[in-house]
């Protein structure tokens, strides 16, 4: 159980185009949702928290408009990045937290998703 | 302003040895600790976990200590097994924004056969 998936796995995109990135929770409903970037040899840093049916909470640095986040259900967040430079390309992973699992909630991270802007 | 901190970079031990990791904090309002293990191209998958009303929690091989008074944890795999090789996180949350989880550098460890 606690599966999370993300899709595409692997994207190449050409300077200037967006890019969506799709996260599911397979089998468990996920009221919130969080988006990290890592870059090689470096951790992950959280990019925004996304709760269900509300707007994404971004942190610090990160640029909102461009960086689109969607949580529309209960099992799916999306992130876009739009207008995507090659500085964008990245290792994009999501995580979910099941719905009502308190503090001691762990989050449950998908595979992730390589961006590479030429 | 990196609030956790993993110095080690890397670590290297032999199969049936025990692996030792490392983690220091600077955020006194910490008192939620997590380490994840990570493959290349994969996400973190979640280990153990430790509240600050412990000092000490163990789950099978792996045990994590805490220190709070020198903002201190570590990660012991006892015995290390080729499969444990990976990434490993430390990382760590506050009560007031328990959902924000910081994530310190990760230390690659190499369990030699």
């Known amino acids: 159980g606690a599966v999370v998936s993300q899709h595409p796995s692997w994207v190449i995109c050409k300077s200037g185009t967006s890019v969506k990135i799709e996260c599911r929770s397979l089998?468990?409903?996920?009221?919130?949702m969080f988006w990290y970037r890592q870059f090689p040899k470096q951790s992950l840093m959280l990019m925004a928290t996304s709760n269900e049916g509300s707007k994404a909470t971004y942190e610090q640095g990160v640029e909102k408009d461009k960086f689109l986040i969607n949580h529309a259900s209960l099992t799916l967040s999306t992130l876009t990045v739009t207008s995507a430079h090659p500085e964008d390309s990245s290792f994009y992973i999501c995580?979910?937290?099941?719905?009502?699992?308190?503090?001691?909630?762990?989050?449950?991270f998908g595979p992730g998703t390589r961006l590479t802007v030429l | 302003d990196q609030q956790v901190k993993q110095n080690s970079p890397s670590l290297s031990v032999q199969e049936g040895r025990i692996s030792i990791l490392n983690c220091d904090y600077t955020n006194s309002m910490f008192d939620y600790f997590l380490w994840y293990k990570k493959y290349p191209a994969e996400g973190p998958t979640f280990l153990i976990s430790i509240s600050s009303i412990k000092d000490k929690n163990e789950d099978g091989r792996f045990t994590v200590f805490l220190n709070k008074s020198a903002k201190h944890l570590s990660l012991h795999i006892v015995p290390s097994q080729p499969g444990d090789s990976a990434v490993y996180f430390c990382a760590a949350s506050s009560k007031t924004s328990y959902d924000k989880v910081i994530f310190g550098p990760g230390t690659s460890l190499s369990v030699i056969p």
């Open positions: 995580s979910a937290r099941m719905a009502a699992s308190g503090r001691a909630g762990r989050q449950f």
């Open positions: 089998d468990f409903q996920a009221t919130t």
